[in-house]
């Protein structure tokens, strides 16, 4: 009898530890979730400001979903606005919304990426991390913004945003779990040592299941190729990935799916 307590109150024990581990996880990949959108967005809800042990992982997990999310919020303001503005000023107005949503966290990256890449590899990595904007960094992101703002000004398919700001956070998740990175400190480092390849599948399966649902293989495909590139050209001049090159690399994959669907709609 003595033992048959015994063995009663160890398997209630086990079962508190792992109800107490469930409720652990549920909570980190909530915290992990509004990690995502304070990093990723200015929208002021969700609000986390410290990167805790343990929700790192579950805060790029959430990337897609969250590009999801804003992609949906423009979406939304297209669909209300319509009635009331000239479609072509509207555009602009999503524009405009779209750089002020994400903080233009990603459009700083593009441009510190890109004053790296007028210096030497020794100090691409130091100049990538000044605070200053250089003059080439000035100049080609407002080129880039010229030529992001004429991509969304002629598109039709407003539907398709969520799915486009999606996979280009997506390329972010793929970059961070496969590719190196090159600092040994910064926000990602935490991101790249706590994320799990589970937390990569189901990232994935979330992104395959918007992808099937809005038959954007071929987005999925050329976001996939565009990572491909981005990769091969910065493991070879820098050795790998930093913050500012995951910002490069939305902004990139943007406008190449934005353009990918510009040549869609013409053919």
Do not use: C
Not at 91 to 96: A, E, M
């Amino acid at each position: 009898m003595v033992n048959g307590r015994d063995d009663v109150k160890r398997e209630e024990e086990r079962g508190k530890r792992s109800d107490s581990s469930q409720s652990r996880q549920i909570k980190n990949a909530a915290q992990g979730f509004a990690l995502a959108v304070s990093m990723l967005t200015i929208l002021p809800f969700f609000r986390v400001h410290h990167f805790f042990k343990g929700i790192n992982g579950y805060a790029v997990m959430s990337y897609p979903l969250v590009g999801a999310l804003l992609g949906g919020l423009l979406w939304l303001v297209y669909t209300l606005l319509l009635p009331l503005f000239p479609e072509a000023h509207l555009h602009i107005i999503l524009f405009v919304l779209w750089v002020v949503l994400t903080g233009a966290l990603h459009l700083d990256g593009l441009s510190d990426t890109i004053d790296g890449l007028f210096v030497p590899k020794e100090r691409a990595e130091a100049v990538m991390k000044d605070p200053h904007a250089g003059g080439m960094g000035m100049i080609f992101s407002i080129t880039f913004l010229i030529f992001k703002a004429s991509s969304l000004w002629f598109l039709d398919a407003i539907y398709l945003l969520p799915i486009v700001l999606m996979l280009s956070r997506y390329n972010t998740v793929l970059a961070i779990y496969f590719f190196p990175y090159i600092r040994k400190e910064g926000m990602s480092t935490l991101a790249k040592q706590e994320f799990t390849r589970t937390e990569l599948l189901i990232s994935t399966a979330v992104v395959l299941l918007f992808v099937t649902l809005s038959g954007s293989w071929l987005l999925l495909a050329v976001s996939l190729l565009t990572l491909l590139l981005i990769k091969r050209f910065f493991i070879k001049r820098l050795g790998g990935f930093s913050g500012d090159i995951y910002g490069f690399l939305i902004e990139v994959t943007e406008l190449v799916l934005l353009n990918v669907l510009l040549i869609g709609a013409t053919a």
